[in-house]
């Protein structure tokens, strides 16, 4: 289980995360939706300290922390309990899918070399990508890349992923195969804190839905409830802009 | 009689090139000198280490911005005047501090930017998976910043070789200065030196075929 209880961040005078209180158990698989710049990477980021919170405490495995006092060697072992994904893949340029794969489990886990390079077959497998094992990220479509890097972040085993907006950057013909492997993840039951605009995959995909606005949790609750009585006037505005009228989820 | 003397250039070659070693081995040293200093200096202007880094600004400033010539003269005439240890420092060895010095503030700038042209994003990405800096220094961003910045350093090694050849005037006998010893001798001038151009010349193209070589094996990983 993780817990995170009244998270804070600041940059300089503007305050983007107020306060946010979330819980995720194991094997759920939680979206994150709202608008713009209302703190939803902000969030994801400040789970992986690759930004510093300004306070909060954050439950995670063995990890008990308080976020503004962590030591580096908790930050690091946050950073090993959670894997993140980026919505511009970040792929290691200098290494092929399959050391992109591996790398954390030589560098961080410190497995022998022929004991990683096993394990990331077997992820590239799952992936459908393994075929690819050894391209450079270069040669790889925005599709192919993103799915290397949800790769690289199975193979750290963590007790949660992290995805932030992991289809914004793709061409359109590469999203669907990005967000199948996700539903893979899912219905493996990995536990999987999403961001993202694709409110069809937040309906299908999602066990809970969580509204953020202005650096808040607004509203949350299962997908059925969320998209179809929102409670709030804020959900309701937010979700009447990004749903088709057409075509109701 | 033709315009040149064409059996006294084939007969220099060897006589020149017996000093090829001493004109390398001074390029060579002061190369590798220059890389160790340029790299601590491109650290501390990465990091904005305090004190260090106004340091290293008015140190390039002052190197990029004086003549290699006025340089290698104050190290070997100047400096020793006021500083008693320096007395017996010989040619060959102010040369080499002066080609490290004055080489290193260029290079320090090319390596801090190769650096800081890592994408981002990836030091990120090792970050999150749990590596520690050094981790992520030695596995992602330096083979990459060597790939940006190998060509440019290559193009340096090119000038330093070139500049060995000042050191004639601190009275070190290399290419340069062996060439003008045999061009005195011999009242043959325009022989000589075209020999040494070309000799000179033979290395850089030799250098600039294994650059290609190089840079095409770093690019290995990104071609489409």
């Known amino acids: ?249 | 009689m033709s315009i040149l003397d064409l059996d006294y250039m084939v007969g220099l070659v060897p006589i020149l090139l017996s000093y090829l070693p001493l004109t390398l081995g001074m390029a060579l040293a002061g190369m590798a000198l220059a890389l160790v200093l340029a790299c601590g200096l491109a650290v501390i202007r990465v990091l904005k280490i305090p004190v260090l880094n106004g340091l290293t600004l008015w140190f390039i400033s002052f190197f990029r911005g004086t003549p290699l010539l006025v340089q290698l003269f104050l190290f070997y005439y100047g400096l020793p005047q006021v500083l008693s240890f320096l007395t017996t420092i010989d040619g060959i060895t102010a040369t080499i501090m002066g080609l490290t010095l004055h080489f290193s503030a260029y290079m320090a700038e090319s390596i801090r930017a190769a650096i800081v042209g890592v994408d981002r994003s990836q030091t990120e990405a090792a970050l999150s998976i749990g590596m520690t800096n050094g981790q992520l220094m030695r596995r992602i961003v330096l083979p990459q910043a060597t790939r940006i910045a190998v060509p440019t350093l290559m193009n340096y090694f090119i000038d330093m070789i070139k500049a060995t050849s000042l050191a004639f005037t601190l009275g070190v006998t290399e290419l340069m200065g062996a060439t003008q010893k045999e061009a005195a001798g011999s009242f043959l001038y325009f022989e000589a030196f075209i020999t040494v151009a070309l000799i000179y010349w033979a290395i850089v193209e030799a250098l600039a075929w294994l650059q290609r070589r190089l840079e095409s094996r770093l690019n290995e990983a990104y071609r489409r």
């Not at chain 1, 993780?2 to 698989?29: H, M």
């Not at chain 1, 990508?129 to 192919?144: C, I, R, V």
């Not at chain 1, 009585?229 to 057409?246: C, G, I």
């Open chain 1, 1 to 249: 289980m993780i817990k995170l209880e009244r998270l804070t961040k600041r940059f300089g005078d503007t305050t983007v995360l107020d306060g946010i209180d979330l819980e995720i158990q194991q094997g759920e698989i939680i979206v994150v939706i709202g608008p713009s710049g209302t703190g939803k990477s902000t969030l994801l980021r400040c789970l992986n300290f690759l930004e510093q919170p300004d306070g909060g405490r954050l439950t995670l495995g063995p990890l008990n922390l308080d976020l503004t006092q962590a030591s580096k060697s908790e930050i690091l072992a946050a950073r090993r309990h959670t894997a993140f994904v980026f919505q511009n893949y970040a792929l290691f340029a200098n290494k092929t899918a399959l050391e992109n794969i591996a790398e954390g489990l030589i560098v961080v886990n410190r497995w022998p070399r022929a004991k990683a390079h096993q394990r990331a077959r077997e992820i590239l497998e799952r992936i459908g990508m393994s075929d690819k094992a050894n391209a450079y990220p270069a040669s790889l479509s925005g599709g192919q890349q993103q799915r290397v890097g949800i790769g690289r972040a199975m193979a750290a085993q963590a007790e949660v992923i992290l995805f932030d907006e992991p289809t914004s950057s793709l061409d359109p013909e590469w999203v669907d195969e990005v967000l199948a492997l996700m539903k893979q993840l899912a219905r493996e039951r990995q536990t999987m804190l999403v961001v993202t605009h694709e409110m069809a995959f937040a309906r299908d995909v999602a066990d809970r839905v969580v509204f953020m606005e202005g650096g808040r949790i607004v509203e949350q609750g299962p997908p059925s409830e969320l998209f179809h009585a929102p409670q709030d006037p804020r959900t309701r505005d937010f979700l009447r802009k990004v749903l088709p009228a057409a075509e109701p989820l």
